[in-house]
């Protein structure tokens, strides 16, 4: 099994659950979801003329457009280079892959995965991984969020700029209902979306998620 690895490094996890913990960040390229707002933009696409090797991808880039192929193997390698025991696979939609074979890899050699997904691709991944559903309802995509997405999930994280971001997610838990922990995330740090965010969370008994690493000034 393959991937396209954007990006690998190692941080302090910034946003939900797991927030505060060290990780090494898989990052793999590709998404067809279409967020406005995303922040990880250059991850979209692939160009088949970036490509760059393995041994490169967790060095610094100019061109965060450029990607590379990883068998598990390599994958499992490279993480063995970091000192975090805690493994996120994002994107880009990481589920656009199956994850099975990485993930159970990485659960085997000792780490612990998470994976950060949109909610619009089946999610296939080892039963021990915990899986992050940040729920992208309505996108230029148009893709549905699925109700399998949801009932994997161990943590539903909400991007929420306006009330009727809250409204949406509300109109999803109604239609896919989940025992996942929700957790609301200002986007952007917007004071207005933030307070909105603890008004709700105090209301219904969710989690807040502050994206500590933009607060912390790390990647
Ligand atoms: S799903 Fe994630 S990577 Fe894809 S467009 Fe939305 S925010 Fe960006």
């Given at each position: 099994m393959n991937y396209r690895i954007n990006e690998v490094f190692e941080t302090i996890q910034g946003e939900g659950f797991y927030t505060g913990t060290p990780a090494i960040f898989i990052r793999l390229q590709g998404c067809d979801v279409g967020c406005p707002w995303c922040d990880t933009k250059h991850t979209w696409e692939i160009h088949l003329e970036d490509e760059r090797?393995?041994?490169?991808?967790?060095?610094?880039?100019?061109?965060?457009?450029?990607?590379?192929?990883?068998?598990?193997?390599?994958?499992?390698?490279?993480?063995?280079?970091?000192q975090?025991?805690?493994?996120?696979?994002t994107g880009g939609e990481p589920c656009?892959?199956?994850?099975?074979?990485?993930?159970?890899?990485?659960?085997?050699?000792?780490?612990?995965?998470?994976?950060?997904?949109?909610?619009?691709?089946?999610?296939?991944?080892?039963?021990?991984?915990?899986?992050?559903?940040?729920?992208?309802?309505g996108m230029r995509g148009k893709k549905e969020v699925l109700a399998q997405a949801m009932t994997r999930a161990d943590e539903v994280k909400h991007p929420v700029g306006r009330l009727a971001d809250i409204e949406a997610l509300e109109a999803l838990l109604e239609r896919c209902p989940t025992a996942a922990k929700i957790a609301l995330q200002p986007i952007s740090q917007q004071p207005?979306?933030?307070?909105?965010?603890?008004?709700?969370?105090?209301?219904?008994?969710?989690?807040?998620?502050?994206?500590?690493?933009?607060?912390?000034?790390?990647?």
């Open positions: 090797s393995l041994m490169q991808i967790n060095q610094p880039s100019q061109d965060r457009n450029v990607w590379a192929h990883g068998d598990v193997a390599s994958l499992v390698e490279l993480v063995k280079g970091y975090a025991k805690h493994v996120v696979i656009s892959y199956d994850l099975r074979p990485l993930t159970t890899q990485l659960h085997d050699a000792g780490y612990q995965c998470q994976i950060e997904t949109s909610g619009t691709y089946p999610i296939s991944v080892d039963s021990r991984s915990w899986v992050t559903v940040s729920p992208k309802i207005r979306a933030t307070q909105l965010c603890i008004e709700t969370c105090i209301k219904n008994n969710w989690r807040l998620s502050v994206q500590l690493h933009k607060y912390i000034g790390v990647l």
